[in-house]
């Protein structure tokens, strides 16, 4: 079995996981003040290869992220591709699939809440990771009784280390109570998004999703899953405000991530979803998913970076 992470990209170049380590002072580690993303890369048997997905559109959100926290790094998304295959390499994972962490930070050591007069950094990490959600096919999800923070007070398209609090008072709390996710809504009661996962139902033969103004993260695998309803499954997807109960009466809904990838909700507040069983479009929407994320739909190729040369 694979294990690690064995190294990290620390304070400007690769070194053992062990010496990877910050102060307590660490202002991102007191007041929450670091911005983060979260990516996959996927093991291709046939061609013994590792693909990175879509790795400058999540780095091109870190920077975003970090710009929104007045954080200037030293590197364009480009240099974080680089030291991210770099860094694959150095661990030469094979045969299995990782999940990839980046992290910029207020690295300023001392007291005192702000943005503005602090140094930052970037550090990375990936370790062998399979599925998120224990119940892929068949989630049971409630609606969480936190709201989902606002624009105006944490802004949650910004992927912002403090921000996520929130997301564990939902994910705990949901856990606890003996499901699988929660959905929460945001300030107006619409449905906003999971923990940490984008929400879609489909009605009627049409495909709803919240717009990127109900506080959600704006998801690539979202982007990613919009992309492949409209141009794979010739379906109409509709950004728009949803309801709580528009959930209850749906045909089919799912999350979508790049931890969980594509989860099929089975039950939503103890109304089944639909059947209550994975259907047609959750299941050929996570075909087509895994394929792409795979580098099997070779007419996607450029969402597949390659981490080790080909041979
Ligand atoms: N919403 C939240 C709150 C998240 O943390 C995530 C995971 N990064 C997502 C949505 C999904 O985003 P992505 O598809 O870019 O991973």
New binding site residues.
Partial sequence: MTTGPNYAFFQGKIVPIEEAKVSVMTHAFNYGTGVFG?LRAYWNEEEEQLYIFRPLD?FRRVLNSAKMLLMELPYTAEDMLGILRDLLRKENYRGVDVYIRPLAYKSSEGIGVRLHDLECDFTMFALPFGSYIPNEEGSRVTFSSWARIDDNMIP?RG?IVGAYAN?AFIKTDAALAGYDEALVLDQSGHIS?G????FFMVRDGVVYTPPITSN??E????RTVIHLLREEMGMEVVERVIDRTEVYIADEAFF????VQIVAIAEVDHRPVGTGQMGPVVRRLRELYFDLVRGKLLRYREWNVPVYEAH
């Fill in positions: 979260g999540h949650a992927k997301s998004e923990s940490a996962e984008n959600i993260l998801g690539i695998t979202r979508c991530g790049t931890g």
